[in-house]
């Protein structure tokens, strides 16, 4: 009944051609040609199944589903950091601030001095939810390093003026920020400044989708060459080989013809030297048997036999 409905399910997402493009889209990051499809049609059905199952990444869904969870549990703990270190280095550059300007020094010294007692109290006790007992640094404590805040008048008025001057400093980064990013809002008013910079995450935001969005489309057209790159080389190097079976017919039937004329050459050279050798042999055979020669021995015969005729008429 199962394997029944696959075979629906695969037919339903369509035959041939179409099939194999459907299963190429849905494993993008694996390096497959059409070709290969075509040559395991069993292999191409079990990824027509699979891909119903998973996503193009080869999770299942409810694997995705744990993966979204975890990472918006990160995302949430990665912005409360990014809070927290946020202020710590805005704290850090008012200290820095101070030092160049030299205003304020009470105020400035005292959280310098409350942000290097809470990174100590931090590097000597880092996690509250270690059972283990921490190793002791110079054999202090949490509790002696506490003893080096600052004055409770100190850190109350500390406390106090603490807002508006970090208030003030964020501010300040805030529209030199909006100066980088759109310089021609450089000298606008400071209200519309702040109208503006109110949008500004929100666009930043949009154009960080934007471009991921961008990335993505880059990553599949990179996929999608690749892809037409392995066709490409696989069409070419079938081209060169019916180059080279042309090219090797070619050749096999010049070199027939090339044999042929040369046989041909060799047989009228062959006869030719034979004409000359008849010819040769009848100028000998001229030269040998002139008329001379030839009468010469007819006489000869006629007088032997004349000769012969008188001796054998003397006998009797």
Known sequence: MSGSSETANISSLGKGDTLHQQVLASFPLCHMTEEDLIQNPQFCKLLATLAQH????????????????????????????????SLHRGLQEMIQNHCVRKHHATFYETMERC???????????????TNQDQPSVLGLTPQLVMELMPSEKNVQSLKQGLPRQLEKHLKEKC??????????????????????????????????KRAESLKETCRENTVLLQRQTELYLTELTKCIQLLQSFILNHR????TDLERKKLDYFEGKCELILQKIKAEMVEIQLDTYTPDSISY???????????????????H
């Open 54 to 85: 998973v996503d193009q990444t080869g999770l299942t869904a409810p694997l995705k589903t744990e993966l979204d969870k975890a990472e918006k549990k990160l995302q949430i703990q990665k912005l409360q950091w990014l809070r927290s270190e």
């Open 297 to 315: 021995p007819a006489d000869a015969a006629f007088v032997c036999q004349g000769k012969d005729f008188h001796n054998s008429k003397s006998k």
């Open 252 to 255: 096999l039937k010049i070199q």
């Open 175 to 208: 529209l030199s920020l909006l100066s980088y990013y759109q310089p021609e809002w450089e000298h606008e008013s400071e209200g519309l400044k702040m109208a503006k910079l109110s949008h500004l995450s929100a666009q930043l935001d949009k154009e960080k």
């Open 115 to 129: 942000l290097l007692v809470a990174q100590c109290v931090r590097q000597l006790d880092p996690s509250n939810t």
